[in-house]
């Protein structure tokens, strides 16, 4: 059958010049008479995947000299709770702006961690339909960091600036806008992303750290859990999710060949543009969130009667459009387009949505 239209929030859709280059070397890679998926992590083929992987990201990303890029498993959850155990350096408190559900992840799990959680903003007053703006934040005397969450693939909140963290480590979760424009890597102490939404496959997550945050943990964290281990061993301290990792690679290079970041977000604006367009001038469909801080890449709306989810759905799949539904937690739609989703996969969805709509009389 032709190959859906793919919205959902992750694992994602991706390139199909990727998926076609993956599978023309599936069976053999480069002549070496191997599939990737079976090469050692330790041997010549996967080791120059793997760091022209890391070359092209650090390329795409701009990412300054001394940051150390570290490919490892167990998704941004994992994340949340390696964070204040390495970064925490002996201080009493943390900094979290709460944007909705990942957020609220993130803070759980550094309230079991760190001594004291503070909550800098939080946008719960409003349902997470907006960016708390920064003349609102209240941080702490001398944080260890201060997290926020870039982009709310449930809510559809999405920060279009960078928060100034003056001489704190700006961390960031960025899984869901991570490749999605340009950005300055130098205002961060820490980004963080899975992989399966902008960058590749389930089980591979980006960590991208300044030099002088490595190896702070106080108490020192058990092996597996402290950065240190992984920038000493270059991400192979255990077997690496070598699969992703090579995917990972193609989608860079993809990015690369058209346009870089830039044109990723040249393209992601036109996206965007299409189904907001459509959205605002709509009387039956609606989007919650603020219109500066919508986001460019999950864009959650609701039918005027919940009772039409299903007849919505319905018809989106035998029209070849697929995860439409929102997350069990806000209920209503949201349609996930990522870098890899095409123009003309937005543009059928409006086409359907203004015939269901009309449907409806």
């Known amino acids: 059958m032709p190959r859906v239209f793919n919205f959902s929030a992750g694992p994602a859709t991706l390139p199909e010049e990727v998926l076609a280059q993956a599978a023309e070397e599936m069976l053999d890679w480069h002549g070496s008479g191997q599939s990737v998926m079976e090469m050692s992590h ?44 390495n970064l925490m350096r002996g201080k009493r408190s943390v900094d979290y702006v709460h944007t909705g559900e ?38 702490s005397d001398d944080p260890a960091y201060v997290h926020y969450t870039a982009n709310e693939t449930i809510g559809g909140v999405e920060y279009h600036w960078i ?24 205002k961060f102490g820490l980004i963080y992303a899975g992989a399966q939404k902008n960058i590749g496959p389930a089980g591979l997550t980006i960590v991208i750290i300044r030099p002088d945050l ?7 964290p058990p092996l597996m859990m402290d950065y240190a281990t992984h920038v000493k061993s270059e991400s192979m301290h255990n077997t690496p999710p070598t699969y992703a990792i090579y995917i990972a690679g193609l989608v860079f290079k993809r ?7 830039a044109g990723a977000e040249e393209r992601n604006i036109a996206k965007a543009a299409v189904l907001y367009d459509f959205l605002d001038a709509s009387d ?16 959650p709306f609701t039918l005027p009667d919940p009772a039409l989810d299903a007849e919505f759905l319905a ?26 989703m095409p123009i003309e996969g937005v543009r059928a969805l409006v086409s359907y949505m203004a015939e269901f709509a009309a449907s409806k009389g």
């Open 42 to 85: 330790r041997g010549k083929e996967f080791i120059s995947i793997a760091a022209e992987a890391e070359a092209d990201l650090r390329t795409l990303l701009d990412i300054p000299d001394g940051y150390h890029v570290l490919f490892l498993q167990g998704g941004a959850t994992l994340q949340f709770e390696l964070i204040p155990m």
């Open 214 to 220: 490595v190896g702070l943990g106080v108490p020192t």
């Open 284 to 299: 039956f469909y609606a989007n919650p969130v603020d219109v500066a801080d919508r986001s460019r890449m999950n864009v």
């Open 315 to 340: 018809g989106a799949k035998e029209r070849g459009m697929v995860q439409l539904k929102g997350h069990r937690s806000v209920g209503g739609m949201r349609a996930s387009i990522y870098n890899a």
């Open 163 to 186: 928060p100034e963290a003056g001489d704190v480590p700006l961390v960031s979760d960025m899984s869901s806008n991570i490749l999605s424009k340009p950005l300055d890597v130098s």
């Open 102 to 139: 990942w957020a609220k992840k993130a803070i759980a799990a550094a309230r079991g961690l760190a001594p004291s959680v503070n909550l800098a903003a939080s946008a719960e007053d409003r349902g997470f339909t907006y960016v708390p703006p920064q003349s609102t934040w209240r941080l």
């Open 255 to 261: 990015l690369l060949a058209t346009g870089g970041l």
